[in-house]
């Protein structure tokens, strides 16, 4: 079992930068893949980044096409902690941002329906 709980979401002008955290618990959740997605009013939830174990202290990441270059993942699993740094941001990043977990992969999954454990969501919202 692993548990979720995000935070550092907000109300932040276009063009500002904001990190959203994602503090994980439960017996091994270092290695699970942890992944940031989000969910803006009537639409499906979206695959941002993820971040997979492969080992160690290792952790690769990877990302959506739309979000390379602005967005940022990372992990500290010392303080069982998953960030996402996002830069530049738009009035159309303006969603509820969810971390999800799943169980060692091959790959990192990028479909919501893959994941078993999520967060409560952390509300961002990007003014013009």
């Known amino acids: 079992q692993v548990q979720l709980a995000e935070s550092g979401g907000g109300l932040v002008q276009a063009g500002a930068s904001l990190i959203i955290s994602c503090a994980a618990s439960?017996?091994?959740?270092?290695?699970?893949?942890i992944s940031w997605f989000r969910q803006a009013p009537e639409k499906e939830r979206q695959f941002l980044a993820g971040t997979r174990w492969s080992g160690g202290n290792t952790y690769y990441p990877n990302y959506a096409d739309f979000v390379k270059g602005r967005f940022t993942i990372s992990r500290d699993n010392a303080k069982n902690m998953v960030y996402l740094q996002m830069n530049s941001l738009k009035p159309e990043d303006t969603a509820v941002y969810y971390c999800?977990?799943?169980?060692?992969?091959?790959?990192?999954?990028?479909?919501?329906?893959?994941?078993?454990?999520w967060g409560q969501g952390t509300q961002v919202t990007v003014s013009s």
């Open positions: 439960g017996r091994t959740s270092s290695s699970y893949t």
């Open positions: 999800g977990a799943v169980g060692r992969q091959v790959g990192i999954p990028t479909t919501a329906s893959q994941y078993d454990y």
